[in-house]
């Protein structure tokens, strides 16, 4: 029973749940599920078994169904179950086996979740599973958060036996004459997990038969000291990044002045995709002479070295036109920019760069509003002659992401205005202007 003491000191300790929430457990047969469902069973809390055949290893998924659902039956608790082509799925979604599952099993319980009313999803990952995850961070690349291992609470997932290693379960179950089933696919070492499993962590328990115990321990500081990172960060981050326009700007002066510069960019950067060995290549780059307009990539954001500033940008995947005609004043409601028109009488003239006034007539619409492009020439505000935009960006020192994000607005004869920035002389109200437009965004 000492098991089931250290479960429930474990569960109130870290406030995962109580007797009064709908718990739904996760459960495959083997040992560890098969052992967290008597735990929790005989604790006295409220629970319901769900099981995912993958069809991915023959008869052994349907007697591991069968089974499953025979344990459910003599525990008298009521039993979920649901199969997937997981094969199919991960073809189709181009990754791998075990990435197919997992969402696939995940998003089976969220929909359990929402149909059922549970308050909580329960996974039977124990200490090794957390000494494991650790190994795997460590051999991917992570900072202080990946050497946290598994949380024991993440939104609505509970891991309530992480305080457990397998021994411990396997002891258990054994004492408690408990059957489960053995999943072959945990004995493939061609799996990274099962090779840290059965090759490394055996070798390393030579030098320290405790080994799960100690880094259990170590975990517990390692989550402590993430947070003081964390905040440490955060602050930091108020004093030298800025956030304007959907772009994110790092002061480059600031930041080189820190000696912590490596770990900061990797706390705000790494939750960008970008990876270690990126931000290792863009410390050194900052530090290089001519380094404006490098830049860097993940699959969810764009990073450009602009002059004073990194400038990091969320990737459109929406493929989005780029150009939008306007048929007349009403005309806006589904642009990327949402203007408004006012037909006035009142020229208005301020530094405001979010409106201006122009000279109407019949012919002004159609407008186009479009993204800038190479050529593009205007006669900015004030001034006789012409002038390319590409010009008219460097004079005011616009970053590549700033330059990309600009939007054109004009009619059929010539540019209106630089939305945001510049109007065109060419619409200015002059003297005996009848009619007038009013032009703003917010």
Request: with cysteine.
């Given at each position: 029973?000492?098991?089931?003491?250290?479960?429930?000191v474990?569960?109130?300790?870290?406030?995962?749940f109580?007797?009064?929430d709908?718990l739904?457990?996760?459960?495959?047969?083997?040992?560890?599920?098969?052992?967290?469902?008597?735990?929790?069973?005989?604790?006295?809390?409220?629970?319901?078994?769900?099981?995912?055949?993958f069809?991915?290893?023959?008869?052994?998924?349907?007697?591991?169904?069968?089974?499953?659902?025979?344990?459910?039956?003599?525990?008298?608790?009521?039993?979920?179950?649901?199969?997937?082509?997981?094969?199919?799925?991960?073809?189709?979604?181009?990754?791998?086996?075990?990435?197919?599952?997992?969402?696939?099993?995940?998003?089976?319980?969220?929909?359990?979740?929402?149909?059922y009313?549970?308050d909580?999803?329960?996974?039977?990952?124990?200490?090794?599973?957390n000494?494991?995850?650790?190994?795997?961070?460590?051999?991917?690349?992570?900072?202080?958060?990946?050497?946290?291992?598994?949380?024991?609470?993440?939104?609505?997932?509970?891991r309530?036996?992480?305080f457990?290693?397998?021994?411990?379960?396997?002891?258990?179950?054994?004492?408690?004459?408990?059957?489960?089933?053995?999943d072959?696919?945990?004995?493939?070492?061609?799996?990274?997990?099962?090779?840290?499993?059965?090759?490394?962590?055996?070798e390393?328990?030579?030098?320290?038969?405790?080994?799960e115990?100690?880094?259990?321990?170590?975990?517990?500081?390692?989550?402590?000291?993430?947070?003081?990172?964390?905040?440490?960060?955060?602050?930091?981050?108020?004093?030298?990044?800025k956030?304007?326009?959907n772009l994110l700007?790092?002061?480059?002066?600031?930041?080189?002045?820190?000696?912590?510069k490596?770990?900061?960019?990797?706390?705000?950067?790494?939750?960008?995709?970008?990876?270690?060995?990126?931000?290792?290549?863009?410390?050194?780059?900052?530090?290089?002479?001519?380094?404006?307009?490098?830049?860097?990539s993940?699959?969810?954001?764009?990073?450009?070295?602009?002059?004073?500033?990194?400038?990091?940008?969320?990737?459109?995947?929406?493929?989005?036109?780029?150009?939008?005609?306007?048929h007349?004043?009403?005309d806006?409601?589904?642009?990327?920019v949402?203007?408004?028109?006012?037909?006035?009488?009142?020229?208005?003239?301020?530094?405001?760069?979010?409106?201006?006034?122009?000279?109407?007539?019949?012919?002004?619409?159609?407008?186009?509003?479009?993204?800038?492009?190479?050529?593009?020439?205007?006669?900015p505000f004030g001034?006789?002659g012409?002038?390319?935009?590409?010009?008219?960006f460097?004079?005011?020192?616009?970053?590549?992401?700033?330059?990309?994000?600009v939007?054109?607005?004009?009619?059929?004869?010539?540019i209106?205005?630089?939305?945001?920035?510049r109007?065109?002389?060419?619409?200015?109200?002059?003297?005996?202007?009848?009619?007038?437009l009013?032009?703003?965004?917010?």
């Open positions: 029973m000492v098991v089931l003491k250290k479960l429930e474990n569960i109130y300790k870290n406030a995962l109580n007797k009064t709908k739904l457990v996760a459960f495959s047969g083997g040992v560890d599920s098969v052992v967290l469902t008597d735990l929790l069973s005989k604790a006295g809390y409220q629970i319901e078994l769900a099981h995912c055949n069809q991915l290893r023959g008869k052994e998924a349907i007697d591991d169904t069968a089974f499953c659902k025979s344990f459910a039956d003599s525990m008298n608790v009521p039993f979920h179950l649901t199969c997937f082509n997981t094969k199919d799925y991960a073809a189709e979604h181009k990754i791998s086996i075990q990435m197919a599952a997992r969402d696939l099993r995940y998003n089976w319980f969220k929909s359990l979740k929402k149909e009313d549970f909580y999803i329960l996974t039977a990952h124990h200490a090794n599973d000494v494991e995850t650790l190994f795997v961070n460590l051999i991917r690349g992570t900072g202080i958060k990946g050497l946290q291992g598994i949380p024991e609470k993440q939104n609505f997932i509970a309530p036996l992480l457990a290693t397998k021994d411990d379960i396997r002891e258990y179950a054994a004492k408690n004459h408990l059957l489960y089933r053995e072959s696919s945990n004995q493939e070492v061609k799996y990274k997990r099962n090779f840290i499993r059965h090759q490394i962590l055996p390393l328990k030579i030098l320290n038969p405790s080994l115990e100690t880094i259990h321990t170590s975990i517990q500081f390692f989550k402590q000291s993430s947070e003081i990172v964390t905040e440490y960060a955060k602050m930091k981050y108020l004093l030298i990044c956030e304007e326009n700007y790092i002061d480059i002066n600031l930041l080189l002045a820190e000696k912590q490596e770990t900061l960019l990797f706390e705000w950067l790494y939750p960008k995709q970008f990876k270690t060995i990126q931000i290792q290549q863009l410390t050194e780059v900052l530090i290089s002479e001519n380094n404006t307009g490098k830049q860097f993940t699959a969810s954001h764009e990073l450009v070295i602009d002059r004073k500033f990194i400038v990091v940008q969320k990737i459109d995947k929406e493929n989005s036109p780029k150009e939008f005609l306007i007349s004043m009403d806006s409601k589904y642009l990327p949402q203007f408004y028109f006012e037909e006035t009488k009142l020229a208005e003239f301020s530094d405001n760069k979010n409106k201006i006034t122009i000279a109407y007539n019949d012919h002004l619409f159609p407008l186009t509003l479009r993204r800038w492009k190479i050529g593009d020439k205007f006669k001034m006789n012409f002038k390319k935009l590409s010009d008219f460097k004079d005011h020192k616009l970053s590549l992401f700033e330059k990309e994000n939007w054109i607005l004009e009619n059929k004869e010539h209106i205005w630089i939305v945001g920035y109007m065109d002389d060419r619409c200015k109200v002059v003297a005996g202007t009848e009619k007038l009013k032009i703003s965004f917010d």
